[in-house]
Nanobody, 120 residues
Framework: QVQLVESGGGLVQPGGSLRLSCAASGSIATVYTMGWYRQAPGKQRHLVATITSGGVTNYADSVKGRFAISRDNTKNTVYLQMSSLKPEDTAVYYC??????????????WGQGTQVTVSS
């Protein structure tokens, strides 16, 4: 069993910053690509950013230059530093990871989500 636990969401004013964290734990052999997705009310879930185990990153056009994804492979943790936040960044942010388990099975896992609200 593998769990992804997010933290760091909250309420922030436009132009502000937040840092999200997501730690993977459980029956883990290797964590491959990790990423962040977001879902606004009444909308589909969309990719925000991903990072491979080797550090290659990918960003949605809407967050390029404002958000930065990073990871600590020793802690199986991924971070999302969000800056210059806009009201349209308001959403539930979900962590995602591809994990090779101790049972030698590769599965995709989701966290429970953390709310980010950008409002004055």
């Amino acid at each position: 069993q593998v769990q992804l636990v997010e933290s760091g969401g909250g309420l922030v004013q436009p132009g502000g910053s937040l840092r999200l964290s997501c730690a993977a734990s459980g029956s883990i052999a290797t964590v491959y690509t990790m990423g962040w997705y977001r879902q606004a009310p009444g909308k589909q879930r969309h990719l925000v950013a991903t990072i491979t185990s080797g550090g290659v990153t990918n960003y949605a056009d809407s967050v390029k230059g404002r958000f930065a994804i990073s990871r600590d492979n020793t802690k199986n943790t991924v971070y999302l530093q969000m800056s210059s936040l806009k009201p349209e960044d308001t959403a539930v942010y979900y962590c995602n990871a591809d994990v090779l388990t101790m049972q030698t099975i590769i599965n995709n896992y989701w966290g429970q989500g953390t709310q980010v609200t950008v409002s004055s």
